[in-house]
Each structure stands twice: as structure tokens, then as C-alpha cells.
């Protein structure tokens, strides 16, 4: 119930390319959904985050698409670029619980 | 500022020793997690803490300890170390729950242990 699934594990997208990272959950419950985006030798960021209450958000090249209905979300890139490499993880949370549901990351590359 | 720091950077122990992993943040922040990240298996949560004196447990609990003496310091304890928990330690804090777009996580830069 408190799973996120996420997939895919690894991509490679050629630089300009629009890679697209998906996530699905389980809990009905779950009504906050960030992405975190991961640095080599760093802990991780908050990059965007969406509510169900939408069923797309842009922030910058970055955009969430939620479908609550499949009870799935996704992450896309537009015009990727090498500093776009890195490893990038879903999470969840219902209201009221104190920490988030993290999905198991895609390593992302970019190739220039 | 300088955010949520960690230390050590690297620490290799052997099985059955003892450490204890440091964080602390600059930031007033009220709450404070553990996390480890293990290749394939994103973020499991340890312990968290949502004040000083008040630690609960999270996903992964077992062979660890907390405490939280004060509102800037959330050290984890390992024991009695055993090799399933080498991994990277990422330690982080929010100003308030983190159900919420204003009050993201904010990462240390983690901390590699190696158990042998």
C-alpha cells in the first residue's frame, strides 16, 4: 500500500531528446507527489511537485503529468541536456504522514 | 548557510563495531530524517524526529538508534554493525511534515559506510 513503483531503472537519451520517467502507487491516500532530482556525491533535491487536484505542472523544461485515475505520474525533460544527468526519484505522501514514500530512482544520462 | 551537514564523508568499519553518524542543520528546522539509499532501492526511511525529545521509527529501523537532544542535531547510532547495513546514510530536514510544496526536504551530502 505504501509502495511506489517506479521505472525505468537507467536511460539514455541523446542531448535535445525528451526522456520520460513513470511512477505508479497504490494508496488512494496519497495526495502530494515530488520529484527529487540527485547529483553524483550529492543527496538529493527537490526539482518539482504536483497535487491531485491537477493533471499537469510545468517548471521550466520539466513537467509532471498526473492521471489519478491510473493512479500514475510521470516526469518529462524537454530539450534534455548533459547537466540534465543524473538520477531522478519519484515520492508520495498522504496528508498528515510526516515523511515520503520514495520511489527506487532512474539513472538518467544524457549524451552531448 | 550552510544547510544540513554530515560527517564523516566515508567511514569503513568492521563487523560488530560501533558508530554514530552526525547531522546537523542551520536551518530551525523542526523535522529530521535518516534515510539510505542502496543501489535499485531508492530512499528507505530509518527514523525521524518532528522536535527535539520526539524520535519515531520509520521503514528500516532495526540495528540503528536515534536521539535529539536538540533542535539542530539528529545523530543515528549503529551498535553493532553488520555488513547488510553498508549503504549511503542521507540525513535531511524539513520545516514542517513533508507533505507539502513549501516545506521540501533538504539533503546533507551523505555519508558512504562500508561494513566488513
Known amino acids: 500500500q505504501q509502495q511506489v513503483k517506479q521505472s525505468p531503472q537507467s536511460l539514455i537519451v541523446q542531448k535535445g531528446g525528451i526522456p520520460i520517467i513513470n511512477c505508479a502507487y497504490e494508496?488512494?491516500?496519497?495526495?502530494?507527489f515530488p520529484w527529487y532530482q540527485q547529483f553524483p556525491g550529492k543527496g538529493p533535491a527537490l526539482l518539482i511537485a504536483?497535487?491531485?487536484?491537477?493533471s499537469e505542472k510545468k517548471e521550466g523544461r520539466f513537467t509532471i503529468s498526473f492521471n489519478k485515475s491510473a493512479k500514475q505520474f510521470s516526469l518529462h525533460i524537454m530539450d534534455s541536456q548533459p547537466g540534465d544527468s543524473a538520477t531522478y526519484f519519484c515520492a508520495a505522501s498522504p496528508t498528515g504522514r510526516r515523511a515520503l514514500t520514495f520511489g527506487s530512482g532512474t539513472r538518467l544520462q544524457v549524451q552531448p | 548557510n550552510a544547510g544540513v551537514t554530515q560527517t564523516p564523508k566515508f567511514r569503513i568499519l568492521k563487523i560488530g563495531q560501533s558508530m554514530t553518524l552526525q547531522c546537523t542543520q542551520d536551518?530551525?528546522?523542526?523535522?529530521m530524517y535518516w534515510y539510505r539509499q542502496d543501489p535499485g532501492m531508492g530512499l528507505k526511511l530509518i527514523y525521524y524526529s518532528v522536535g527535539a525529545g520526539i524520535t519515531d521509527k520509520g521503514e528500516v529501523p532495526n540495528g540503528y538508534n536515534v536521539s535529539r537532544s536538540t533542535t539542530e542535531d539528529f545523530p543515528l547510532r549503529l551498535e553493532l554493525a553488520a555488513p547488510s547495513q553498508t549503504s549511503v546514510y542521507f540525513c535531511?530536514?524539513?520545516?514542517?511534515?513533508?507533505?507539502?510544496?513549501?516545506?521540501?526536504?533538504?539533503f546533507g551530502n551523505g555519508t558512504r559506510l562500508t561494513v566488513t
Open positions: 535531511a530536514s524539513s520545516y514542517t511534515g513533508t507533505s507539502s510544496y513549501n516545506s521540501p526536504l533538504h
Open positions: 536551518m530551525n528546522h523542526n523535522y
Open positions: 494508496n488512494t491516500a496519497f495526495d502530494y
Open positions: 504536483i497535487r491531485p487536484d491537477v
